[in-house]
């Protein structure tokens, strides 16, 4: 093989890693229940935006982003915004059920565990906010709390 022709095949092999290195992965799939027994399911939810939020109810900085949330749910869900809060309280609705009886949340609120954090890569801090596509890929993932403002440009931008 001629040098140019190898370097021409490690540019192209170079090319394709790059490229795969950029593509959304797919959201993990779940299925979890409300406070009032309905069920969440992240795949049922394709061809919607969907905001899944890794939340606490102890969590100062999860309760400060959340009527920023509601309020860009609010205003986008008729174009297609879903918001999936999941609560990794320990105490499981044990804990989520008083809070949310004292904060109406407008988009469902779930309960998750260890394995549906891992299965999103791990969740070092709360929150964490990952925007899943139309297509169901991942697209952003935000560890920290969003002002209102970012968040509604995040969700604009995948709508």
């Given at each position: 093989m001629k040098p140019v022709h190898i370097i021409a095949a490690v540019l192209l092999v170079v090319g394709v890693a790059v490229s795969a290195a950029f593509a959304a992965?797919?959201?993990?799939?779940?299925?979890?229940?409300?406070?009032?027994?309905?069920?969440?399911?992240?795949?049922?939810?394709a061809g919607k935006v969907v905001v899944v939020n890794f939340w606490a109810?102890?969590?100062?900085?999860?309760?400060?982003?959340?009527?920023?949330?509601?309020?860009?749910?609010?205003?986008?869900?008729?174009?297609?915004?879903?918001?999936?809060g999941i609560s990794l309280d320990r105490g499981g609705w044990k804990d989520v059920k008083p809070y949310l009886a004292k904060n109406k949340i407008s988009y469902p609120i779930v309960i998750g565990?260890?394995?549906?954090?891992?299965?999103?890569?791990?969740?070092?801090?709360?929150?964490?906010?990952?925007?899943?596509?139309?297509?169901?890929?991942?697209?952003?993932?935000?560890?920290?709390?969003?002002?209102?403002?970012?968040f509604e440009k995040a969700v604009k931008d995948v709508l």
């Amino acid at each position: 093989m001629k040098p140019v022709h190898i370097i021409a095949a490690v540019l192209l092999v170079v090319g394709v890693a790059v490229s795969a290195a950029f593509a959304a992965d797919p959201a993990p799939n779940f299925s979890l229940t409300t406070a009032e027994g309905k069920t969440v399911e992240l795949k049922k939810l394709a061809g919607k935006v969907v905001v899944v939020n890794f939340w606490a109810t102890w969590c100062g900085p999860c309760r400060r982003e959340i009527p920023g949330m509601m309020n860009v749910y609010e205003k986008y869900k008729a174009k297609g915004l879903e918001i999936v809060g999941i609560s990794l309280d320990r105490g499981g609705w044990k804990d989520v059920k008083p809070y949310l009886a004292k904060n109406k949340i407008s988009y469902p609120i779930v309960i998750g565990d260890q394995a549906l954090t891992e299965q999103y890569g791990g969740i070092e801090a709360i929150p964490t906010t990952f925007i899943v596509d139309r297509k169901g890929n991942i697209v952003a993932k935000h560890v920290g709390s969003v002002t209102e403002e970012e968040f509604e440009k995040a969700v604009k931008d995948v709508l």
